[in-house]
């Protein structure tokens, strides 16, 4: 199969949207690396003009680590010579029509040209404002359609979405479609034009009322995450990819349209090389909490499968899928992109492997010294959690209430206070020292 996809590269003309992001930074590697015979690659991300997107796809993608395998297989001229000659780096913005490209020109020979478009620009905040979740992740998918369909050429749409659409439900999920107006809680219809006026109305009114901007972006965000649960979604960023996938199943006529659904990406298993990764994604940042000695308990069933998945293997099932579904007229396929089904992990063993982990190799603190970790606690239920946090925290802090009372002298609560925020700090700043 691998020699298929390859084979199949071969020639073909690509746009990417969202490079600068994580997993479309490892596909674009990728396909470089495996095949460097590729036609061109269009990559669209934001940037003022021509030449900032080329300065932010040098700083951004190509001077990263990732790219080291690459360099040391062609050295440093060569893969200038080759990244020259195969990548147009392209401002645009996938939330506006023909994606934000001003270059009359530009977009001709666009689509002329392109065989295959894959989107992975998304936000991925989950208490992202409604405005720009619904901008982004709702009609900018439509937007890459609409141009997709402009391609003459075009043979697919790849559209990378995310497997947590399908909400919180247990067991095996299908990798089927969304329906327009489709909910996961079965209640009402979802009208995605009603949630765009909505979403434009109570902005409008925001603005009119001249509200500061922190509250115009609060209001906003608690407006997407109950719109969500109305509809049964957890938070804003599913609920608009959901909408996103509805309007991709709803427009596509016969342009062939393979959506990818990943779980939570993690490194690199082994492409290009293994442990890569960019920045504190899902569960990187409690364990480097954990390792950092902060984390002493968390509440969580230890049971509990996590589903993670290197990017890498994302980056791997996107040039399978491409390969396999271009050119098939009127298709549309889902994919669901994990490790829950075959290879689950639970949460215990991910706590078991980062306790042995840090104790082998432990982080250096402020203070040079090697960052000494306990084994931790986890709290399966609340009341477990809520007994832990009143013996671990609010006992000590009674006693130290009352001991300072007494010291101090003191009945009135507002001095007490005063006193108690005096002997924190100090206590902080010893800690800290």
């Not at 009359?104 to 620009?121: G, Q, T, Y």
């Not at 925290?393 to 507002?414: D, F, N």
Request: one cysteine or more; a positive charge.
């Amino acid at each position: 199969m691998k020699s298929n996809c390859v084979q199949f590269l071969e020639n073909k003309t690509i746009l990417v949207t969202g490079v600068p992001g994580f997993l479309a930074k490892v596909f674009v590697e990728k396909i470089l690396r495996i095949q460097p015979n590729v036609k061109k690659l269009f990559l669209l991300l934001r940037a003022a003009d021509n030449e900032s997107a080329m300065q932010r796809f040098r700083s951004e993608v190509l001077e990263k680590d990732l790219f080291r395998v690459l360099r040391n297989n062609l050295g440093d001229e060569n893969l200038k010579a080759l990244v020259s000659d195969k990548v147009v780096p392209i401002p645009g913005d996938i939330s506006v029509d023909n994606l934000g490209v001003k270059d009359s020109d530009l977009l001709k020979r666009m689509w002329n040209e392109i065989d295959i478009v894959v989107n992975v620009a998304a936000t991925t905040n989950f208490d992202e404002r409604y405005d720009v979740g619904i901008r982004i992740n709702t009609f900018g998918p439509l937007n890459v359609l609409n141009f997709a369909k402009k391609c003459v050429k075009g043979q697919l749409l790849l559209h990378v979405s995310t497997a947590y659409v399908c909400g919180e439900k247990s067991g095996l999920l299908q990798e089927k479609t969304f329906h327009m107006g489709e909910t996961l809680n079965g209640h009402g219809n979802l009208v995605i034009e009603t949630e765009m006026e909505l979403m434009k109305q109570k902005l409008k009114e925001l603005q009119k009322l001249d509200c500061p901007e922190e509250e115009i972006a609060q209001t906003m965000k608690d407006l997407g995450m109950s719109r969500a649960k109305l509809h049964g979604w957890p938070n804003t960023y599913v609920f608009t990819k959901s909408m996103g996938e509805m309007l991709l199943n709803n427009h596509k006529e016969d342009l062939p349209v393979v959506i990818i659904r990943p779980t939570m990406i993690t490194s690199t298993f082994s492409e290009p090389f293994p442990g890569w990764i960019e920045g504190l994604r899902t569960i990187d940042s409690v364990i480097v909490a954990y390792g950092k000695g902060r984390l002493k308990c968390f509440l969580a069933d230890p049971n509990s499968v996590l589903d993670l998945v290197p990017v890498d293997m994302v980056a791997n099932a996107m040039v399978n899928a491409v390969a396999i579904h271009a050119g098939k007229l009127g298709s549309q396929t889902v994919y669901h992109v994990g490790s829950s089904c075959k290879n689950p992990i639970t949460f215990e063993q991910v706590h078991d492997l980062a306790a042995r982990y840090f104790t082998k190799n432990p982080l250096v603190g402020l203070n040079g010294s090697p960052i000494i970790v306990s084994k931790g606690t986890i709290l399966s239920t609340m009341a477990q959690f809520n007994f832990y946090v009143t013996l671990r925290y609010k006992l000590p802090l009674q006693t130290l209430t009352a001991k300072l009372s007494w010291r101090c002298g003191w009945s009135s609560s507002t001095n007490l206070m005063s006193c108690l925020r005096a002997y924190l700090t100090i206590r902080i700043l010893r800690y800290c020292g």
